[in-house]
């Protein structure tokens, strides 16, 4: 049984194109986040959930649209697809952010654009 | 806001013992994870810090100072699986369950 399960695990698009990530978790948690892990491969925090509400929003351009329609399920749909984009998307959960629970993380979908 | 150090890359030989050093500058702290990410994969959980002081699980340690602002994992007994990169990631006191990562230290193991 999957913990934390992404689709696509790989995404090819052109610029311009407007594009969808799942994430879905079947651990229970109540919170979750996406991140972006780039070339350089720093994990830069996106956007964090808990139990369907935005709590963290870290200045990502408005192109990148998180929804979650119930706490097990965290979407990120990019509008107008960059070059820079290119990266890979990790999705994450954790248990009680306020502990030290660490995160689970989904396999990640790798995303070029070209 | 957060600056996480650590080296780029280290190698070590199997059986040996490689100690990965992470330095950070917070303006709040609530704890310290260490992450394996093995190339094309997820990050896996391996130890959290938050008081001073090592932590041990089996073949890996970690160490905290917070007066210092360091940790450092400990891996004894290198296998060849561990090779990997290990990313060190800070727990902002202010911000809900965010963490902050290091760039991450590959570590190659040699035969």
């Known amino acids: 049984d999957t913990a934390v399960s992404q689709t696509p695990k790989y995404l090819v698009t052109q610029m311009g194109n407007d594009k969808s990530i799942k994430c879905e978790q079947n651990?229970?948690?109540?919170?979750m986040y996406w991140y972006k892990q780039d070339s350089k491969k720093f994990l830069k925090i996106m956007f964090s959930?808990?139990?369907?509400?935005?709590?963290i929003n870290e200045t990502v351009p408005n192109r990148f649209s998180p929804k979650s329609p119930d706490k097990a399920h965290l979407n990120l749909h990019i509008n107008s697809l960059e070059l820079g984009d290119s990266a890979v998307y990790f999705c994450a959960s954790s248990q009680d952010p306020g502990t030290g629970y660490g995160y689970t993380f989904g396999s990640g979908t790798r995303l070029t654009v070209v | 806001g957060q600056n996480i150090d650590q080296p780029t890359e280290m190698t070590a030989t199997e059986g040996a013992i490689v100690q990965i050093n992470c330095t950070y500058q917070?303006?709040?702290?609530?704890?310290l994870f260490w992450y394996q990410q093995h190339a094309g994969e997820a990050p896996t959980f391996l130890s959290y810090?938050?008081?001073?002081g090592l932590e041990e699980k089996g073949r890996f340690s970690s160490f905290l100072s917070r007066s210092k602002g360091y940790s450092y994992l400990l891996l004894k007994e290198l296998q060849m699986k561990d090779s990997a990169s290990y990313l060190c990631?800070?727990?902002?006191?202010?911000?809900?369950?965010?963490?902050?990562f290091g760039a991450g230290t590959q570590v190659v193991v040699t035969p």
């Open positions: 917070t303006s709040g702290f609530n704890g």
């Open positions: 990631a800070v727990k902002d006191a202010d911000s809900w369950g965010k963490l902050q």
């Open positions: 651990l229970g948690h109540d919170t």
């Open positions: 810090n938050v008081l001073d």
């Open positions: 959930y808990n139990n369907k509400e935005l709590i």
